[in-house]
């Protein structure tokens, strides 16, 4: 693996055709949005968001948005936000920087795939699900907190569990 490719801003992959992998051994590091537009596949391997502005995931065509290895690592209090739902495909890195999702816009980590690094500074804000039969804790948190929420292995391979955190004072 090199030292793949660095964008410095928004990042917009077209592609109309059969499919083509983005970062397919290296790690494809994005300061801004990035932005699909494909009703094939675009196959994202390891993608890096870092910097200290805000970005986007969002897909503008019909292809489901999965990325084998997603990594946060945003400065300065910048976050993350899904416009779509994102599908992990092997791994998520939590090192700094907040991942937002909504109901429909869900960070999912498919069957086998996990985290590493969750933390006060780096976690889900908003709904966040698991598909497959591995037991899972969820990396959910509010306003600097990480409240992560756990599940037991379930039995079946496609048994889908969501989990959210909400902070409220009893």
Same mark, same amino acid.
């Given at each position: ?33 990035? %932005? /699909? &537009?494909?009703?094939? !596949? @675009? ?6 968001? #870092? *910097?200290?502005? +805000? $970005? ?24 993350? %936000? /899904? &416009?779509?739902?994102? !599908? @992990? ?6 090192? #700094? *920087?907040?991942? +937002? $999702? ?69």
């Amino acid at each position: 693996a090199g030292t793949g490719n660095k964008y410095l801003g928004n990042v917009t992959y077209i592609r109309t055709g059969a499919g083509v992998i983005v970062g397919a051994g290296d790690i494809v590091e994005i300061s801004g949005n990035l %932005t /699909l &537009n494909s009703t094939d !596949g @675009i196959g994202l391997g390891k993608i890096k968001f #870092n *910097g200290s502005t +805000n $970005s986007v995931i969002e897909q503008l065509a019909t292809q489901p948005v999965q990325i084998a290895e997603l990594i946060a690592d945003k400065t300065a209090g910048s976050s993350i %936000t /899904l &416009n779509d739902s994102v !599908g @992990i495909n092997t791994s998520t890195g939590f090192i #700094n *920087g907040i991942i +937002n $999702s909504s109901t429909t816009k869900e960070l999912i980590f498919l069957d086998n795939a996990g985290y590493t690094g969750a933390s006060n500074t780096s976690f889900v804000n908003g709904p966040c699900k698991k598909m497959g039969n591995d037991a899972f804790v969820f990396p959910v948190g509010k306003i600097n907190t990480l409240a992560p929420i756990s599940i037991g292995a379930p039995l079946i391979t496609t048994n889908v569990f969501s989990a959210e955190y909400f902070m409220n004072v009893p």
